[in-house]
């Protein structure tokens, strides 16, 4: 599903509802103008249960939506402000959207330098493996003297020439699992600053919304918890819970000993005392200001990285190839000398 996407078909579906635009009616234009996808069915599907008079509790049930968006639905409907409930979640998405959007434009980059040094490495090695290596190495039999240090060194490299396509292939595609794989971008980038700090403010987004349409805080965290079963702050949101049952009222008493979840969020958060509806928007603000400018930040610091190794792929290559020639060098240099 397209993030950003979504976020304009709510903004225009609460721009709908406010003028009198029956839900069914609207969900159907709006449809009619997407492009062909899995949310256009979803949300086709959608409207049709809901001509067929449907409740909606029914109807957005079996459909492949964010659990957070299912919910948030249900509880505007339930209070009335259906239109509201959607311009929530369209902020919410699109203020998603953007951070994922830098996020990924940071990890472009390293992958696209990796993929044309594995590229380099393949081409050499099958050069190397089919075509200049057997001539190289029945010419260098033949020949008396002794090869330069140079030379024997490549000479040693290209016996394993294999295995350098083949690390950066298997780290390219390593790169990849981690960047676009849902699973395992949750388990490992979240160490990463930049990536700590978006899942920081997506939670502090998600309990904003929930809260601010009358969900409980247990409930909200609950909720929160199962959509982030992909990342560590899952253990951290389950332990508040579990306080919140044991009759802990105070957020800085529920909140701590995180392992995600930094001391500034639980902060920020309990200033705001008992309006912490407020205090997590604070922290959702804060959070996503953050992780834009440690977007920023390492993306300026990858650029020149990335350039260097590959660079340094390029001259090692071309080192390779120079000192198969210095043999062919030194003969000539010899022949000028007699």
């Known amino acids: 599903m397209k993030t950003d996407e979504f976020a304009f078909f709510n903004q ?26 899995s949310l256009r069915t979803e949300l086709q599907a959608l409207e049709a249960d809901l001509a067929k008079g449907t409740p909606m509790a029914d109807a957005i049930s079996p459909r492949r939506l964010p659990e957070l968006y299912k919910r948030m639905i249900l509880v505007g409907v339930k209070s009335g402000d259906l239109p509201g409930a959607l311009t929530m ?12 959007m830098r996020l990924k434009s940071m990890m472009t980059y390293p992958l696209i330098v990796m993929f044309v040094a594995f590229l380099i490495s393949l081409l050499l090695a099958y050069a190397w493996t089919c075509v200049i290596g057997p001539s190289f190495m029945s010419v260098f039999s033949g020949i008396g003297a002794m090869l330069p240090w140079a030379t024997l060194f490549a000479l040693g490299s290209l016996q394993a020439i294999w295995v350098f396509p083949v690390a ?11 960047v676009f794989v849902p699973g395992l971008r949750g388990k490992y980038l979240w160490r990463l600053p930049a990536f700590k700090e978006a899942t920081v403010s997506r939670i502090a987004s998600s309990l904003t919304l929930l809260m ?12 929160v918890a199962q959509l982030e079963t992909s990342t560590a702050a899952t253990a951290d949101l389950q332990r508040w819970q579990a306080k919140l049952a044991d009759g802990t009222t105070k957020f800085s008493e529920v909140a701590a000993g995180n392992r995600l979840i ?13 309006d912490l509806v407020a205090g997590f928007n604070r922290a959702a603000e804060i959070y996503h200001s953050r992780a834009i400018y440690r977007t920023e930040v390492a993306l300026y ?38």
């Open 12 to 37: 225009q579906l609460a721009a709908m509802l406010r003028d009198g635009i029956p839900l069914e009616g609207g969900l159907r234009r709006l449809c009619q103008e997407m492009k062909a996808g």
């Open 89 to 100: 979640l369209a902020d919410y998405f699109q203020r998603q959207n953007n951070v994922w």
């Open 168 to 178: 950066l292939g298997v780290l390219f595609l390593l790169l990849m699992a981690v």
């Open 212 to 223: 601010k349409n009358g969900v409980t805080l247990s409930d909200a965290i609950g909720l």
């Open 262 to 274: 930094p001391p500034l969020f639980v902060w920020v958060v309990s200033s705001a005392g008992e």
């Open 301 to 338: 610091s990858i650029l020149p990285v990335a350039s260097l190794f590959l660079g340094a792929v390029v001259l090692s290559q071309a080192f390779l190839v120079i000192s198969m020639f210095l043999p062919f060098v030194q003969m000539v240099n010899n022949l000028s000398g007699d």
